[in-house]
T-cell receptor
Framework: SAVISQKPSRDICQRGTSLTIQCQVD?????MFWYRQQPGQSLTLIAT?????????ESGFVIDKFPISRPNLTFSTLTVSNMSPEDSSIYLC????????????FGPGTRLTVT | GEDVEQSLFLSVREGDSSVINCTYT??????LYWYKQEPGAGLQLLTY?????DMKQDQRLTVLLNKKDKHLSLRIADTQTGDSAIYFC????????????FGAGTRLFVKA
């Protein structure tokens, strides 16, 4: 299993600014993922982050808006750049389990409000 | 398409059984999962079933898989107020990298 922590747990930011969210895993993992979850809605995958390579972004998400770092096998960051109120959401970090059933382990999420 | 579909809301009385249904599209899925999300928390794996199984029982939880119809269900027996949460159905896909596809989540309300 893996335990994932995220910082900050919540933040209120002004439009036009940027926020970096940190995700720390207590063990080495190969793949890490960043999701966005609007209140009461499902998860939307933003990107997949592998150590040593550039993140792979899903349709509708671009690196300039959501730059991701993955410097080692236990840590990743997601930056939400030039924020607007539409970016208000919960951002979740997750990591894949190494062994069957390959479940995903999730962090508690970062609740972002942009004013 | 890639959708995993499930109903959005379910309301039951405490002590009754809850049944949450899900349909998926990829017949090659290896594992199918049920995740639970409590308020203010991330998702946590509740149970899973391997694709060559029809049923899995784990205490109050029963998972049924109908591969022909691509239908997955989660039954919670003797539902308690602590079971109130959002339940996500998900399938795993291999090929071009491992990917987990999540449904929209079913919000379960348990009335005392």
């Amino acid at each position: 299993s893996a335990v994932i922590s995220q910082k900050p747990s919540r933040d209120i930011c002004q439009r036009g600014t940027s926020l970096t969210i940190q995700c720390q895993v207590d063990s080495q993992v190969t793949m890490m993922f960043w999701y966005r979850q609007q209140p009461g809605q499902s998860l939307t995958l933003i990107a997949t982050a592998n150590q040593g390579s550039e993140a792979t972004y899903e349709s509708g998400f671009v690196i300039d808006k959501f730059p991701i770092s993955r410097p080692n096998l236990t840590f990743s960051t997601l930056t939400v750049s030039n924020m607007s109120p539409e970016d208000s959401s919960i951002y979740l970090c997750s990591a894949d389990g190494r062994d069957p059933p390959y479940e995903q382990y999730f962090g508690p999420g970062t609740r972002l409000t942009v004013t | 398409g890639e959708d995993v579909e499930q109903s959005l809301f379910l309301s039951v009385r405490e002590g009754d059984s809850s049944v949450i249904n899900c349909t998926y599209t990829d017949s090659s899925s290896t594992y199918l999962y049920w995740y639970k999300q409590e308020p203010g928390a991330g998702l946590q794996l509740l149970t899973y079933i391997f694709s060559n199984m029809d049923m899995k029982q784990d205490q109050r939880l029963t998972v049924l898989l109908n591969k022909k119809d691509k239908h997955l269900s989660l039954r919670i027996a003797d539902t308690q107020t602590g079971d109130s949460a959002i339940y996500f159905c998900a399938e795993s896909r291999l090929g071009g990298g491992f990917k987990t596809i999540f449904g929209a989540g079913t919000r379960l309300f348990v009335k005392a």
